[in-house]
């Protein structure tokens, strides 16, 4: 059966969390696994939880073998320290698609919350309702709201798809209806 496989990422740099989810010719999309990664606490060192993060995601990242890394847009609130911290923790994201060759998706918090719950400024609670819905089961129950973003983030990309038929690759043809491409970054790629 060809299947795209997406990696969700929430980002963060003291928990991270993520998603596996798949999605086959017949439209079927379900959760493989989610889960957070753990990174350290907040009075450990920026580089160790960097490099933790380097460590877990590459474990996620080589038992499943995903197709496609769909990780939110930077955000730029009120808390620019905030902003730069989570800014470190996409760049080690972005890094590890580029080693494993991964399709990239970057999306819009806002636009995550417009697709799987219809109203860009839905509440956390009402995006989990929705992801439920999409996933057609009432038995995922995520540790914490960053796993669950992580598998809304993983629904938001797959629901960009237009999905005609699947290539002999098991990798379906795919392109974003809202006119973003999914771009795969060439090794050796710097991020600024």
Not at 11 to 36: F, M, Q, Y
Not at 58 to 74: K, N, Y
Request: one cysteine or more.
């Amino acid at each position: 059966m060809d299947r795209l496989r997406v990696l969700g990422i929430d980002p963060g740099t003291i928990k991270l969390g993520w998603s596996v989810v798949d999605t086959c010719t017949e439209n079927a999309t379900h959760r493989v696994d989610s889960g957070c990664l753990t990174l350290g606490k907040s009075s450990a060192s920026i580089a160790e939880r960097l490099h933790q993060l380097h460590i877990q995601l590459r474990q996620v990242i080589e038992r499943f073998h995903p197709d496609v890394l769909a990780i939110e847009s930077a955000f730029f609130g009120d808390n620019a320290r905030s902003a730069l911290r989570i800014g470190e923790a996409r760049g080690v994201v972005l890094m590890m698609a580029a080693e494993f060759n991964m399709d990239v998706d970057e999306i819009p918090p806002a636009t995550v919350k417009r697709r799987i719950a219809g109203n860009g400024r839905a509440t956390k609670e009402q995006v989990y309702s929705m992801t439920l819905q999409h996933l057609g089961c009432a038995d995922f129950s995520p540790a914490s709201e960053d796993e669950s973003d992580a598998v809304a983030i993983a629904l938001c990309h797959i629901q960009s798809l237009d999905v005609p038929k699947a290539t002999s690759n098991n990798k379906l043809n795919s392109k974003p209806k809202n006119g973003r491409s999914c771009v795969k970054l060439p090794p050796g790629s710097t991020f600024q």
